[in-house]
């Protein structure tokens, strides 16, 4: 038998869920969570998603009831992605700035319904372009993307969603200088900016693009998106957004993507005056745990709620994630 004795014992601090409870230092609230809807035209429209377990295409009615319902069990942030029908995309995403496309509807009817919650709006037009990309076509195939032409478009997007009452617009699209250029047309509008300012091109996206039926047409992100072969370029992104006038920044994806978040955290200035950061955990991200789960290979609950966790110990003030209305039952 050995006579080995250890002069300190951690395990104290984990014997007894109250002890542990006790101890545990980084948590999950239902006021850091983002929960993304995906809203459509049409009326009493609740269409599940395959690929996502839980998530569903809405029309404005349904999407203003969810919000509302929600609201009342504790979320109280929410981002929006339209979605139209082809017959209205076209190769510079007009729809985008048709005041009457889902996205702007759902913003007034929440607005005039007076429902206490923060609305964040995607400000993107790889939603509403025949093409499926995230800016006006370039004539080079390998840029893909004509970078100044698409500023102008999204300038237009965010003063349309200010004015209809976002109050944060999320640029996603990964072009340089979108921000600068967005806070320029928003002028003296109190609008914030969250920008998805460290955009991996990433396989988890998926689900996303059944969900919000924005696949590109053809080739794919990666002359905009960045590449995570790369180790420092989060550096530059975050620098660039916040020099043009960045009020949160986003890191997507998010749990495969947590020294990133951890980097970001300690580089931008600290809340409440600083920067917050936001993790996006992608419908990929979310949907392997659901698969996971499905064949019994790890609980969904326990699940969601580790990696999740791992995500705000990470460093992110915020998580954007398809879990949030199931995460607030699992929290308490
Ligand atoms: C489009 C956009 C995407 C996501 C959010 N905005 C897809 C993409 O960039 O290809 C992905 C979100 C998710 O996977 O949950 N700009
Ligand atoms: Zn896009």
Redesign the pocket.
């Known amino acids: 038998m050995s006579t080995y004795r250890p002069t300190q014992r951690p395990r104290d601090q984990r014997i007894g869920q109250a002890t542990r409870d006790e101890h545990a230092d980084v948590l999950v609230e239902p006021a850091d969570l983002v929960m993304?809807l995906f809203v459509r035209d049409g009326q009493g429209i609740d269409k599940p998603v395959s690929s996502m377990p839980g998530v569903s295409q809405m029309s404005t009615d349904v999407a203003v009831n969810t919000i509302r319902e929600q609201v009342s069990r504790g979320l109280r942030r929410f981002i929006l992605?339209g979605i139209v029908d082809s017959a209205k995309k076209d190769a510079t995403g007009s729809a985008a700035l048709d005041v009457s496309n889902p996205v702007h509807t759902t913003l007034r009817q929440v607005r005039d319904a007076g429902i206490d919650c923060e609305m964040m709006a995607?400000l993107?037009v790889?939603?509403y372009t025949d093409h499926g990309h995230?800016g006006v076509l370039h004539d080079d195939p390998e840029v893909t993307v004509d970078n100044d032409a698409t500023l102008e478009l999204l300038a237009q997007q965010a003063v349309l969603l200010a004015d209809n009452g976002a109050d944060i617009v999320a640029p996603?699209?990964?072009m340089d200088g979108q921000v600068g250029a967005i806070r320029q047309a928003l002028g003296s509008r109190d609008t914030k900016i969250l920008s998805?300012a460290i955009?991996y091109?990433?396989s988890?996206?998926?689900?996303?693009?059944e969900?919000?039926e924005?696949?590109?047409k053809f080739g794919d992100?990666r002359s905009y998106?960045m590449d995570y072969r790369r180790s420092d370029e989060w550096a530059t992104e975050l620098a660039l957004d916040l020099e043009e006038g960045a009020d949160m920044v986003m890191v997507?994806?998010a749990a495969a993507y947590l020294d990133i978040i951890r980097q970001v955290r300690d580089a931008a200035p600290p809340p409440p005056e600083g920067i917050p950061v936001a993790a996006?955990?992608?419908?990929?991200?979310?949907s392997m745990i659901h698969a996971a789960a499905e064949r019994g290979w790890c609980d969904l609950q326990s699940a969601a709620l580790e990696i999740t966790t791992a995500i705000r110990r990470a460093g992110a003030d915020s998580i954007?994630t398809?879990f949030a209305p199931r995460l607030v039952d699992w929290i308490d």
């Open positions: 993304p992605f995607d993107c790889c939603e995230c996603s699209g990964m998805y955009k091109a990433s988890l996206y998926g689900p996303f693009r969900a919000g924005g696949a590109p992100r998106q997507k994806p996006y955990h992608v419908s990929g991200e979310y954007v398809y």
